[in-house]
């Protein structure tokens, strides 16, 4: 399945024991959609494309601005005003050529979500907003597939992996993000990057981790964050881990499941 370009391209890859060719050919055959082609998925599409994921899919409606370019490294000056999509196609056909690459320069909703990420075998979520992410796993779990979902701070950052379409070895089904979180903080108490900040370097270690995971959940390799929450804190250059569990009061899928579907994220 791998051509000797593609066979030298990935060979750091092949002769690693845990990926080899099979891995590599997971990878060829795998399809991954990335909500927001910003801070976090601009360096998670790059390293999923170099790493020859087959397609590459980007949601995302907004075009490019100067204040971007101190973070969103798919992007460069002359993308000034384009649609992200386009200059995010750029960039990886220029670095893979093997790689197909989907835009879809639109707002994600309620209407076209579950469309949108059941043509997808993965989804990445690096939006910046609550209610996109609560409507992102809401419909990766109705649509039954793995949610790698992450979160930037102004120093700090956050990443599991949800599949709460599927149950454990204990028979249970896995947690959800509203396991995790709830409920949304109210409206003005996490002010929004343009307020606070960012550091820009800390969303290149933070996408290429959702790289590291989505790639580690493809190929099969290791232990995957579900059902645990890294956390962060570049301040102090310290990463921890959090144990979470299926709440059974959860409204997707809990004892007493309340959401069937989207109609809760129409507005």
């Given at each position: 399945?791998?051509?000797?370009?593609?066979?030298?391209?990935?060979?750091?890859?092949?002769?690693?024991?845990?990926?080899?060719?099979?891995?590599?050919?997971?990878?060829?055959?795998?399809?991954?959609?990335?909500?927001?082609?910003?801070?976090?998925?601009?360096?998670?599409?790059?390293?999923?494309?170099?790493?020859?994921?087959?397609?590459?899919?980007?949601?995302?409606?907004?075009?490019?601005?100067?204040?971007?370019?101190?973070?969103?490294?798919?992007?460069?000056?002359?993308?000034i005003g384009r649609h992200k999509v386009e200059s995010a196609a750029e960039r990886i056909s220029a670095l893979n050529p093997h790689v197909r690459f989907v835009g879809h320069a639109t707002w994600l909703n309620?209407?076209?979500?579950?469309?949108?990420?059941?043509?997808?075998?993965?989804?990445?979520?690096?939006?910046?907003?609550?209610?996109?992410?609560?409507?992102?796993?809401?419909?990766?779990?109705?649509?039954?597939?793995?949610?790698?979902?992450?979160?930037?701070?102004?120093?700090?950052?956050?990443?599991?992996?949800?599949?709460?379409?599927?149950?454990?070895?204990?028979?249970?089904?896995?947690?959800?993000?509203?396991?995790?979180?709830?409920?949304?903080?109210?409206?003005?108490?996490?002010?929004?990057?343009?307020?606070?900040?960012?550091?820009?370097?800390?969303?290149?270690?933070?996408?290429?981790?959702?790289?590291?995971?989505?790639?580690?959940?493809?190929?099969?390799?290791?232990d995957g964050l579900v059902g645990r929450l890294l956390m962060i804190d570049a301040r102090a250059m310290r990463f921890e881990t959090l144990r979470y569990a299926r709440d059974p009061a959860n409204p997707l899928?809990?004892?007493?499941?309340?959401?069937?579907?989207?109609?809760?994220?129409?507005?």
């Amino acid at each position: 399945m791998l051509s000797p370009d593609e066979l030298e391209r990935y060979a750091r890859h092949i002769v690693l024991r845990d990926v080899g060719g099979p891995g590599q050919a997971a990878l060829k055959r795998a399809s991954v959609l990335v909500i927001g082609a910003g801070g976090l998925g601009a360096p998670a599409l790059m390293y999923l494309a170099a790493a020859g994921v087959g397609t590459l899919g980007v949601v995302d409606d907004d075009v490019v601005s100067l204040s971007n370019l101190q973070r969103q490294v798919i992007h460069t000056t002359p993308d000034i005003g384009r649609h992200k999509v386009e200059s995010a196609a750029e960039r990886i056909s220029a670095l893979n050529p093997h790689v197909r690459f989907v835009g879809h320069a639109t707002w994600l909703n309620a209407d076209n979500a579950l469309g949108l990420i059941g043509d997808y075998d993965l989804v990445l979520d690096g939006s910046d907003n609550f209610s996109t992410r609560y409507l992102v796993s809401d419909a990766c779990f109705f649509a039954k597939r793995p949610l790698i979902t992450a979160a930037l701070g102004t120093f700090d950052g956050s990443l599991t992996t949800i599949r709460a379409h599927e149950k454990n070895d204990a028979g249970e089904f896995n947690p959800t993000y509203r396991c995790l979180f709830p409920e949304a903080p109210p409206p003005g108490t996490v002010p929004a990057c343009a307020e606070a900040g960012v550091m820009g370097a800390l969303a290149g270690v933070l996408g290429s981790m959702m790289a590291l995971e989505a790639i580690r959940e493809i190929v099969g390799f290791g232990d995957g964050l579900v059902g645990r929450l890294l956390m962060i804190d570049a301040r102090a250059m310290r990463f921890e881990t959090l144990r979470y569990a299926r709440d059974p009061a959860n409204p997707l899928n809990g004892d007493g499941p309340v959401i069937t579907d989207l109609s809760a994220h129409r507005t």
